[in-house]
């Protein structure tokens, strides 16, 4: 077999594969026997067409037909001859017999990048450090009470507990008449998301009250220039949101029971919050250990990657919006085009993450199993049992083994994290 190896431009490669009809031989007699296993013709039984006959009448198929695994078979002997760290799918791009009755085969690939670890002490993440306050447990709190709250029809909005329903008519720019119609959009006056301009109008309104409201838009919002939208809207509904009292039978119908007093429901509630930000840090700890990582080690990636990883997103996207036909309607390859960005982003994590757990020989030794073990309140034999069934618990568990190396390794700068948000940050 002779191969020859060329680079066609980053990682990609082409090996062209040169085999003679006596290296092909023992591969077409194999398939003649496949073949004649199974084949039936008249005046003979299955399996006892003669040799002879079969190569006569079908030998061209046969042999072209086992070309395709052959060329299989040379790849990986040549990747293994030139020590190849093949990644991807090959692509078998020309396949042709010789003059010498001999196989010529080309074929495309990609190969591992080279990456070369930074010291981990040079990676710096920056993590938020947050006590929660008396605001936050009282903000819990009210949403809290808002769950259980009741709606009582009133006649006079005057501050913003109410529930109102809104009519919403287009103004006609010429007359400035409200256009017939229009639609009808109910609010709640203390949701934040609420436009403040459109509460400021709201307050000691009466069911039947109109105003004008106008919208303004930028450019970029739902067309090429600024523009604003005029509205004649009219009170249809308003309900009083009415809390529940902060008594004991509340506090007991919350909690199921557990508790009775305000004091123990807002020690409950810290703790719940405590709990709920830990696990949201761990989180956001690990996204930005991971866009650090990325960002600090700059390599090829390999484009067949990207793209198989991309058209995951893009499958994953369609299947959650099933039932949403605006989402159905967004041809398959625009999706894959939108998340080329991010499964690059994925693929490279992916890459520099086997990288450290393969330099750095990261295992799930018995000691860590034992602490899993412990730590989920099963037998450490059961778990290596689950380990071996179970391929995607034990990359999670691998996965978790890796951030806990890093985390070791990595600078950590702790800063306020109400000093993030004023700078604009994203903890």
């Given at each position: 077999?002779?191969?020859?190896?060329?680079?066609?431009?980053?990682?990609?490669?082409?090996?062209?594969?040169?085999?003679?009809?006596?290296?092909?031989?023992?591969?077409?007699?194999?398939?003649?026997?496949?073949?004649?296993?199974?084949?039936?013709?008249?005046?003979?039984?299955?399996?006892?067409?003669?040799?002879?006959?079969?190569?006569?009448?079908?030998?061209?198929?046969?042999?072209?037909?086992?070309?395709?695994?052959?060329?299989?078979?040379?790849?990986?002997?040549?990747?293994?001859?030139?020590?190849?760290?093949?990644?991807?799918?090959?692509?078998?791009?020309?396949?042709?017999?010789?003059?010498?009755?001999?196989?010529?085969?080309?074929?495309?690939?990609?190969?591992?990048?080279?990456?070369?670890?930074?010291?981990?002490?040079?990676?710096?993440?920056?993590?938020?450090?947050?006590?929660?306050?008396?605001?936050?447990?009282?903000?819990?709190?009210?949403?809290?009470?808002?769950?259980?709250?009741?709606?009582?029809?009133?006649?006079?909005?005057?501050?913003?507990?109410?529930?109102?329903?809104?009519?919403?008519?287009?103004?006609?720019?010429?007359?400035?008449?409200?256009?017939?119609?229009?639609?009808?959009?109910?609010?709640?006056?203390?949701?934040?998301?609420?436009?403040?301009?459109?509460?400021?109008e709201l307050i000691n309104l009466r069911v039947g009250d109109s105003f004008v409201y106008r919208t303004e838009h930028q450019g970029d919002e739902h067309g090429d220039?600024?523009?604003?939208?005029?509205?004649?809207?009219?009170?249809?509904?308003?309900?009083?949101?009415?809390?529940?009292?902060?008594?004991?039978?509340?506090?007991?119908?919350?909690?199921?029971?557990?508790?009775?007093?305000?004091?123990?429901?807002?020690?409950?509630?810290?703790?719940?919050?405590?709990?709920?930000?830990?696990?949201?840090?761990?989180?956001?700890?690990?996204?930005?250990?991971?866009?650090?990582?990325?960002?600090?080690?700059?390599?090829?990636?390999?484009?067949?990657?990207?793209?198989?990883?991309?058209?995951?997103?893009?499958?994953?996207?369609?299947?959650?919006?099933?039932?949403?036909?605006?989402?159905?309607?967004?041809?398959?390859?625009?999706?894959?085009?939108?998340?080329?960005?991010?499964?690059?982003?994925?693929?490279?994590?992916?890459?520099?993450?086997?990288?450290?757990?393969?330099?750095?020989?990261?295992?799930?030794?018995?000691?860590?199993?034992?602490?899993?073990?412990?730590?989920?309140?099963?037998?450490?034999?059961?778990?290596?049992?689950?380990?071996?069934?179970?391929?995607?618990?034990?990359?999670?568990?691998?996965?978790?083994?890796?951030?806990?190396?890093?985390?070791?390794?990595?600078?950590?700068?702790?800063?306020?994290?109400?000093?993030?948000?004023?700078?604009?940050?994203?903890?």
């Amino acid at each position: 077999m002779q191969t020859t190896l060329t680079t066609i431009g980053g990682l990609r490669r082409s090996v062209e594969i040169t085999l003679s009809y006596d290296e092909l031989a023992p591969h077409f007699e194999r398939a003649y026997s496949e073949v004649q296993r199974d084949l039936q013709l008249e005046g003979f039984r299955k399996g006892k067409v003669p040799m002879d006959i079969i190569k006569s009448r079908y030998g061209d198929k046969i042999e072209r037909d086992a070309l395709g695994d052959i060329a299989s078979d040379a790849f990986r002997t040549a990747a293994r001859e030139h020590e190849l760290d093949v990644i991807g799918t090959p692509v078998l791009v020309e396949m042709n017999r010789t003059a010498e009755r001999g196989a010529r085969f080309v074929i495309e690939f990609e190969v591992m990048p080279t990456i070369s670890l930074r010291p981990y002490d040079e990676i710096e993440i920056v993590k938020p450090i947050r006590q929660i306050s008396e605001v936050d447990v009282d903000e819990e709190l009210y949403n809290l009470q808002l769950r259980s709250a009741k709606l009582e029809p009133a006649d006079q909005i005057t501050d913003s507990m109410y529930v109102v329903k809104l009519k919403f008519s287009p103004v006609d720019p010429q007359t400035n008449a409200p256009i017939l119609g229009g639609k009808e959009q109910e609010f709640f006056l203390d949701d934040e998301r609420m436009d403040p301009l459109l509460r400021s109008e709201l307050i000691n309104l009466r069911v039947g009250d109109s105003f004008v409201y106008r919208t303004e838009h930028q450019g970029d919002e739902h067309g090429d220039q600024p523009h604003q939208h005029v509205y004649h809207v009219t009170v249809q509904q308003i309900q009083r949101v009415v809390l529940p009292e902060l008594n004991q039978e509340f506090i007991t119908s919350l909690s199921g029971g557990r508790l009775s007093t305000e004091d123990a429901l807002r020690q409950d509630i810290r703790r719940s919050l405590e709990e709920y930000w830990e696990k949201e840090l761990a989180n956001y700890l690990r996204e930005r250990l991971v866009d650090a990582m990325v960002e600090a080690h700059d390599f090829e990636v390999p484009d067949g990657l990207v793209r198989v990883m991309a058209e995951e997103f893009a499958d994953e996207a369609l299947q959650r919006g099933k039932d949403d036909k605006r989402m159905q309607q967004i041809p398959r390859e625009q999706l894959i085009e939108y998340f080329l960005p991010q499964a690059e982003q994925a693929v490279r994590w992916q890459l520099i993450a086997d990288t450290i757990l393969r330099t750095e020989n990261i295992t799930l030794n018995n000691e860590q199993l034992a602490d899993i073990a412990a730590r989920y309140g099963v037998d450490t034999e059961q778990l290596k049992m689950a380990l071996e069934q179970n391929a995607s618990l034990r990359n999670r568990l691998l996965t978790d083994a890796l951030f806990d190396f890093l985390f070791a390794r990595v600078r950590v700068v702790e800063r306020p994290y109400d000093e993030l948000l004023e700078q604009g940050g994203d903890a």
